[in-house]
């Protein structure tokens, strides 16, 4: 692999970042098919270019910024490639394998190109789609795709840093939404006071 490709790739990605709102449902066709999704026949899709994958497909920050359609199709098509594809298991296995999966913003800085283990390289999966769950980095209307494709994941590799990456988030989800019930139920006890 030339250190040229894999840059070309990320500089690729910062600049779709800059102008994700120009990315039209062309543009994400194109990216798919340069990744091996095969558009005339998604059931022969298998992921041939990881690098075009890791960069392009699984950036997160700049899907988040297209149209709802764009984005639609973006989750429908890797829940294709990791489901119904004829190289579904393979699809699968390239996914969790990939250490840098779901790049987020804020982990660009902290994110680490060591090797690793598929367990620990699947964790990071489960880490990042959590962390971008409690970012809320999808539009409300898509957490059910994208709450989907994390389960076909999770469930590829059931780990125990799965299970603590999922109870830390459900945790903090749970004492949040108690806490806003709590601060609700207080304000409107003190607005009965007053009046």
């Not at 962390?131 to 809320?136: F, I």
């Amino acid at each position: 692999m030339l250190a040229e490709e894999q840059h070309g790739y990320e500089i690729l990605a910062l600049h779709l970042r800059n102008k994700a709102s120009l990315v039209t449902a062309g543009v994400h066709d194109s990216i798919f098919a340069l990744a091996g999704f095969d558009l005339g026949s998604p059931s022969r899709s298998v992921v041939s270019n990881t690098l075009a994958f890791q960069h392009l497909v699984l950036d997160f920050p700049l899907w988040c910024e297209t149209e709802a359609a764009v984005q639609r199709t973006h989750f429908d098509r890797l829940r294709e490639l990791v489901t119904t594809s004829d190289f579904a298991d393979y699809n699968l296995k390239k996914l969790t394998k990939l250490r840098a999966c779901f790049f987020l913003s804020r982990s660009l800085s902290s994110f680490s190109r060591y090797e690793t283990d598929a367990a620990t390289a699947h964790a990071d999966v489960v880490r990042k789609i959590v962390s971008a769950l409690r970012g809320k980095a999808f539009e409300p209307a898509l957490i059910d795709q994208v709450v989907d494709f994390f389960m076909l994941v999770v469930r590829s590799a059931f780990t125990t840093d799965s299970v603590r990456y999922l109870a830390t988030y459900l945790a903090a989800a749970l004492t949040t939404g108690a806490s806003l019930a709590s601060r609700r139920a207080s304000a409107s006890a003190r607005t009965v006071l007053i009046l």
